[in-house]
């Protein structure tokens, strides 16, 4: 055998035998194929805290009430909606489109009666008047100006009541007072509305409704 075959043979041998020391000192630093899990590997698990509904909106809150969610107020022109689709509905007598303006709870105040009387539901009472009274009539007639309007919002902080037949106190958070000056209340010799007529708006979502009517007004 050649001299250079023979060198390489014993360090090929020096080398198999190191590798063989080696591996007898003990078990290996890393996995064999053998020891893997053979179910497939799952990810790792993420604590997750879940984000807990807002609280419900409210139109008002003090400062201790911690976290809270207001409602954004609704400015005149929903105001000035509600009021027009009321006098539009009477001068058309559009009973569907008036009882869509009034609470489930709705009222119609008068004045004349005395304080010991009971208020009619709004609905039925001007449904009765539509029947009696002939409110086509003030067609093309300016019943009421905006400008004259005076509104009154609850929370303003009110010292008076906007009305007599009306309680500061029992004005909830959001609710609006309006006062209209009516210009036409007659047609001919028919008396059809009071000299003024007050209207209670609550809030519902994103509209006002009409929640009671205080007028000086006696059916005939």
């Not at 053998?34 to 990810?43: F, K």
């Not at 059809?192 to 708006?201: A, I, K, S, T």
Request: proline fraction near 7%; charged fraction near 25%.
């Amino acid at each position: 055998m050649p001299k250079s075959t023979r060198a390489t043979a014993a360090a090929c041998a020096l080398l198999f035998v190191g590798l063989l020391g080696c591996g007898g000192a003990g078990t290996p630093l890393f996995a064999t194929t053998s020891e893997l899990p053979e179910q497939s590997r799952r990810p790792d698990g993420v604590a997750v805290d879940p984000a807990s509904a807002p609280p419900r909106a409210r139109d008002v809150a003090n400062a201790g009430a911690g976290l809270v969610t207001l409602r954004t107020p609704l400015g005149t022109e929903a105001v000035l909606t509600t009021v027009n689709g009321f006098f539009r509905a009477i001068v058309n007598e559009d009973m569907e489109a008036l009882e869509a303006l009034f609470t489930r709870d709705a009222l119609s105040i008068s004045t004349t009666y005395g304080p010991n009387s009971s208020a009619p539901s709004a609905p039925l009472f001007w449904t009765q008047r539509m029947r009696r009274l002939d409110y086509t009539k003030l067609a093309g007639e300016v019943v009421f100006r905006e400008a004259e309007l005076e509104v009154y919002r609850a929370e303003d902080a009110l010292t008076s009541s906007p009305h007599p037949a009306i309680r500061v106190e029992a004005l909830s958070a959001g609710d609006v007072v309006v006062r209209v000056p009516i210009a036409a209340s007659r047609a001919g010799s028919d008396r059809l509305l009071g000299d003024e007529v007050v209207l209670w708006l609550r809030r519902e979502g994103e509209r006002y409704r009409i929640y009671r009517i205080v007028e000086d007004f006696q059916m005939p």
